[in-house]
C-alpha cells in the first residue's frame, strides 16, 4: 500500500489550507506552496474555525517556490483549474521517481492536464465535499461537510487509492475510495454545473437564495438532469435520485456562497472550462444536445466577459 511521508500543497486556498492543515494537525510533514498567504502564515500560523473542531497550527512548513520544497512522496494539487498554465513549471521539482500527485479540482481535464506532466500512471484525484471559505490571510472557515471521495486516473495494483484514503483518516477525514474518479467527478458536477452556475448567472445569489426562487429550482433540476444525460452517455450510470439528494443537503448550508461566486465577485478567472465547457464538450462528442447547460454556459461567459 502507497504510504507517502512527505506531502506539498500546491494551491494553498480554502481547500488546500484546510485538507492540508487536517494533515499537519495529525502530525504528517506537510509543506504548503504559498503566495499570498506566505508572510501571515509564517507570521502567525494557520486557523480554522470549523465545524469538526476548531484548530490553530501556530508553526507551518511553508514556501514560496516548489523547488525550496523540492522532491516529496505525495503532491495534493488544489488550486482552482485556472492555474493549470503553471502545473509545468510548478510540479517537476516536486518529483522523484514514486512521487503520485493527487488532484482535489473541480470539473473535468484536470487528471489530464497533471498526466501530460507526470504521466497517468501517477495521478489521483479526489472529491471534496464541504463548505470552505478563507476569510483572511492564514484564516479559514469550514461551516459544512467535510467527506472527500478518492480515486485512480489509471486502474493499478498498488493500493494508492488506499493509501492516500487512509492518510485522510487519519487526518479525522471521513474517507471513501471510488473504483472509477471520473464518474465521481460527473456525481459532483450534479451540484457543482448548477448551484456555481446559477449563482453567477443569477448575478450573484447565495445557495439559499437560489433555492427560495421556484423557478430556479425548476432550471437546477433540467440541469443536473442534462448532466445525468451526459454522464450516461460517457458510459456513467448516474441515478435520477441523486437531484433531490444534491438539493436536499444544500438547504441546510443557509447562505453559502459557491467557489465560482467567490470568485466572480471578487474579481478572479471563474473555472468556466472545467466546469462548464468541457462536460458539454464531452456530452456534444457523443452527440447529445444539452440545451440548458448550453444557455447557462452562454450566460456565465457574458457575466465574467
Avoid at 497550527?57 to 494539487?77: H, N
Wanted: charged letters at 25%; glycine letters at 8%; proline letters at 4%.
Amino acid at each position: 500500500m502507497f504510504q507517502p511521508t512527505t506531502i506539498a500543497i500546491v494551491g494553498s486556498g480554502a481547500i488546500g489550507l484546510y485538507y492540508g492543515g487536517r494533515l499537519a494537525e495529525a502530525g504528517h510533514r506537510v509543506t504548503f506552496l504559498l503566495r499570498s498567504d506566505y508572510d501571515s502564515i509564517r507570521e502567525h500560523g494557520l486557523r480554522c474555525e470549523s465545524v469538526h473542531g476548531d484548530f490553530h497550527l501556530s508553526e507551518v512548513s511553508v514556501a514560496r517556490d516548489s523547488a525550496e520544497i523540492g522532491p516529496v512522496d505525495l503532491v495534493i494539487v488544489a488550486w482552482k483549474a485556472t492555474s493549470n498554465h503553471l502545473l509545468e513549471k510548478i510540479l517537476p521539482p516536486l518529483l522523484h521517481e514514486k512521487t503520485q500527485v493527487l488532484t482535489l479540482q473541480n470539473g473535468l481535464g484536470n487528471c489530464e492536464a497533471i498526466a501530460a506532466i507526470t504521466g497517468p500512471e501517477r495521478v489521483m484525484a479526489a472529491l471534496c465535499f464541504v463548505c470552505i471559505n478563507r476569510i483572511a490571510p492564514g484564516t479559514i472557515v469550514h461551516t459544512a461537510g467535510g467527506r472527500m471521495a478518492i480515486g485512480e486516473f489509471l486502474p493499478d495494483s498498488l493500493g494508492r487509492k488506499e493509501g492516500v484514503a487512509k492518510l485522510f483518516s487519519s487526518a479525522k477525514i471521513d474517507t471513501a475510495v471510488e473504483e472509477n474518479v471520473e464518474e465521481a467527478v460527473w456525481k459532483k458536477l450534479l451540484w457543482n454545473v448548477p448551484f456555481n452556475g446559477l449563482a453567477i448567472a443569477e448575478g450573484g445569489k447565495t445557495t439559499d437564495l437560489l433555492l427560495a426562487d421556484d423557478a430556479i429550482v425548476l432550471e437546477m433540476r433540467a440541469l443536473m438532469t442534462e448532466v445525468i444525460a451526459a454522464a450516461n452517455v460517457r458510459g456513467f450510470l448516474l441515478d435520477k435520485k441523486l437531484i433531490d439528494w444534491n438539493i436536499d443537503r444544500t438547504r441546510p448550508m443557509g447562505a453559502y456562497r459557491p467557489s465560482s461566486l467567490i470568485d466572480w465577485q471578487e474579481g478572479r478567472e471563474v473555472e468556466i472550462e472545467a466546469i462548464w465547457a468541457e462536460p458539454l464538450r464531452r456530452a456534444e462528442e457523443k452527440g447529445l444536445h444539452l440545451p440548458h447547460l448550453t444557455g447557462l454556459l452562454a450566460r456565465i461567459r457574458a457575466a465574467c466577459a
